[in-house]
């Protein structure tokens, strides 16, 4: 099956700017996550959707995050104004099912890192 | 709160020689456990997963995975190491409550020919 796509892979901007996410999960994979992994951090989970809908986005900074999935499948991540905190990697993950979630292991994205200067 | 801790942020082997990555773990009721591999520039991949029943769970690429309880510890092993098993890992948690990931730091483990 194919994996979980993300675009760009790398992305450089100047504070203050705005940047966007894309991510394409599995095909059928009804949940899908947004992380942020911070260098020498584990991800940190910034927004979940279960299909369409939101589930958890309760570390999601929406002065100046957000997150879309229109029509349960796509999703993006924007960041706008970006600051020099946000330079990390965002990973985007999907699984089968939330119901189910113990049994659906999360599937990554290769991620995009973000370099804010 | 649900935390997990890798206590070790560098673990170095030799390779042929059994490997030892630990996780310890800190959640309110039966937690559900996990380990991820990375490498350089990629994502994630699951290991294993720890949900029920034997404390030992067996994984992909011949890793084996302990569950203890009383020491609240998810420690990652493998009998034999590889080089190729030279990697970033992650040991994460799920809170049957609190129904989202909660990821450790990460161990890097460095395997020696």
């Known amino acids: 099956e194919a994996g979980v796509a993300q675009s760009p892979r790398y992305k450089i901007i100047e504070k203050r700017q705005s940047v966007a996410f894309w991510c394409n999960p599995i095909s059928g994979h009804a949940t899908l996550y947004w992380y942020q992994q911070i260098l020498g951090q584990g991800p940190k989970l910034l927004i979940q959707f279960q299909n369409n809908g939101v589930v958890d986005d309760s570390q999601l900074p929406k002065d100046r995050f957000s997150a879309e999935r229109l029509k349960g499948v796509d999703s993006t991540l924007k960041i706008q104004p970006a600051k020099l905190e946000d330079s990390a990697v965002y990973l985007c993950a999907s699984s089968l099912l939330f119901s189910d979630r113990v049994n659906s292991p999360l599937h990554f994205g290769n991620g995009t890192r973000l370099t804010v200067t | 709160a649900q935390s997990v801790a890798q206590p070790e942020d560098q673990v170095n082997v030799a390779e042929g020689n059994p490997l030892t990555v630990k996780c310890t773990y800190s959640?309110?009721?039966?937690?559900?456990l996990f380990w991820y591999v990375q490498y350089p520039n990629r994502g994630l991949q699951f290991l294993l997963k720890?949900?029920?029943?034997?404390?030992l769970v067996k994984g992909s690429y011949g890793f084996e995975a302990e569950f203890n309880k009383s020491q609240t510890s998810f420690h990652l092993k493998k009998p034999s190491a590889l080089v190729s098993d030279s990697a970033l890992y992650f040991c994460?948690?799920?809170?049957?409550?609190?129904?989202?990931?909660?990821f450790g730091d990460g161990t890097t483990l460095t395997v020696k020919p």
């Open positions: 959640v309110s009721g039966n937690p559900y």
């Open positions: 720890y949900i029920t029943g034997d404390n």
């Open positions: 994460a948690l799920e809170g049957t409550n609190a129904g989202k990931s909660t």
